[in-house]
């Protein structure tokens, strides 16, 4: 009921005067006439499943999916209009069209990894997927997720994205990605913590496993899997 009523609240809110400020358009005209910037686009955003258990809870998320599924399909929907939204609104105020808007867009989901690969499909999947289709149609765009755990599991789901790029957790290795995504960019999977304890001898045996495993395919930045506190 709880989540109901918020989405409920979330609907019936006008979006643009939600997230900008009553001062917006006299700002807007001062930075452009003394600095000559524009309002800059709105191109990456939390990842649907973090950003639910970071509203609904992570347990909570977990049991309505099964338990309630027209509302968690109603939760997804709702997550995938003010996400569509605010993009749209930020096009706009930049000063582009729905045709020449630049394309390009990332999320970063660490939770993606708590949902089973039908769940995610269910969830999180068509909100990329919808995302991913006006904001970057052709070959070449960028669609990125960044996910720091072990979602190897949702790999498949994924794949069907065709991602330009990716940067996943430590225990996703290069071999695990390139199975399903052969040409997708790997940013990194030498673990964040094997580079902070400074331990020389790992991090070389790591990056030799790394450009081994990437002989065949490239596509390989040598950085850290997920991030470094």
């Known amino acids: ?30 930075i452009f006439e003394k600095y000559g910037k524009k309002p800059e686009l709105w191109r990456h955003v939390r990842g649907p499943v973090t950003l639910a258990t970071s509203i609904y809870g992570v347990e909570n998320l977990i049991f309505l999916i099964p338990d309630e599924p027209d509302l968690a399909k109603r939760f997804s929907s709702v997550i995938s209009d003010v996400i569509f939204g605010m993009a749209s609104i930020m096009d706009e105020e930049a000063g582009y069209s729905h045709d020449n808007a630049p394309s390009g867009f990332s999320f970063a989901d660490d939770n993606c990894y708590l949902l089973t690969e039908e769940m995610y499909e269910f969830f999180g999947f068509p909100i990329l997927k919808r995302i991913f289709e006006r904001w970057s149609p052709k070959p070449e765009d960028k669609r990125y997720q960044h996910s720091d755990s072990d979602m190897g599991h949702l790999l498949p789901v994924l794949s069907r994205l065709n991602l330009t790029g990716c940067n996943f957790g430590p225990n996703i290795l290069v071999n695990d990605i390139r199975e399903y995504m052969p040409n997708t960019r790997i940013d990194g999977c030498l673990a964040p913590f094997t580079f902070m304890s400074n331990d020389e001898k790992a991090i070389i045996a790591e990056v030799k496993r790394d450009c081994e495993m990437a002989k065949d395919s490239k596509g390989l930045n040598l950085s850290t899997a997920g991030s470094i506190n």
């Open 1 to 30: 009921q709880e989540l109901e009523a918020l989405l409920d609240r979330v609907e019936k809110k006008d979006l643009r005067e939600f997230i900008l400020p009553q001062n917006w358009e006299a700002e807007k005209k001062r």
